[in-house]
């Protein structure tokens, strides 16, 4: 039952451009959504969320965008670095249950 | 910054031992979680904790595990007969607030070897 897909495991980007990293999910029930960054050895950190109420959120280098009809999510990082390269996890759902996608291990080449 | 502790890092431990993995939430957080990561897959939600009672509880958390506040500051999961299959990386985190949309800090985890 994969409610929240990252159809990605990975993703190479050159540093300076643009990442972007996709998340789907099933259920239109889902009102609110996050993304999460870890690092080897440590807790995922939350990076950036989004309410089904709106398209766009963004905090600085990101920004996260929301289509509700596709039921699709995607995290923009512009521009990216070198510390930006960990595994983003995608999550979604109510209460005081997340849904997580699998990840996307992002890697920013020099 | 306030962060959330586990102890231990790692812990290995024989098919069918007791293990208990010990949290120590952000202080004034009122909302206690457990997760999981076996490896190469996705985060897992165990159980969610609120007022000294399980506030939701995933398909995971069968009858081996428990969950327990046993003073101000400590939460605990045990589980009581380990199997293989719960060799994983055990998240524990915490949040201010009711709802999933408040942040929640993760520490950096148990990883449970069992052998």
């Known amino acids: 039952d994969q409610q929240v897909k990252q159809n990605s495991p990975s993703l190479s980007v050159q540093e300076g451009r643009i990442s972007i990293l996709n998340c789907d999910y099933t259920?239109?029930?889902?009102?609110?959504f996050l993304w999460y960054k870890k690092y080897p050895a440590e807790g995922p950190t939350f990076l950036i969320s989004?309410?089904?109420i709106k398209d766009k959120n963004e905090d600085g280098r990101f920004t996260v965008f929301l289509n509700k009809s596709a039921k699709h999510l995607s995290l923009h990082i512009v521009p990216s670095q070198p510390g930006d390269s960990a595994v983003y996890f995608c999550?979604?759902?109510?209460?005081?249950?997340?849904?997580w996608g699998a990840g996307t291990k992002l890697i920013i080449k020099p | 910054e306030p962060e959330v502790t586990q102890t231990p890092s790692h812990q290995v431990t024989q098919m069918g031992q007791e293990v208990i993995l010990r949290c120590v939430p952000i202080?004034?957080?009122?909302?206690f979680y457990w997760y999981r990561q076996i490896l190469g897959q996705k985060v897992e939600f165990l159980v969610s904790?609120?007022?000294?009672?399980?506030?939701?509880k995933s398909e995971i958390f069968d009858d081996q595990f428990s969950v327990e506040r046993p003073d101000g500051s400590n939460f605990t999961l045990k589980i009581r007969s380990t199997k293989l299959e719960d060799s994983a990386m055990y998240f524990c985190?915490?949040?201010?607030?009711?709802?999933?949309?408040?942040?929640?800090?993760f520490g950096s985890g148990t990883q449970l070897s069992v052998l």
């Open positions: 985190a915490s949040s201010l607030g009711q709802t999933f949309n408040e942040k929640l800090f």
């Open positions: 259920n239109s029930m889902f009102d609110y």
């Open positions: 999550a979604a759902g109510g209460n005081y249950q997340l849904i």
């Open positions: 202080s004034n957080h009122l909302y």
């Open positions: 904790f609120y007022n000294n009672e399980i506030s939701e």
């Open positions: 989004i309410s089904s």
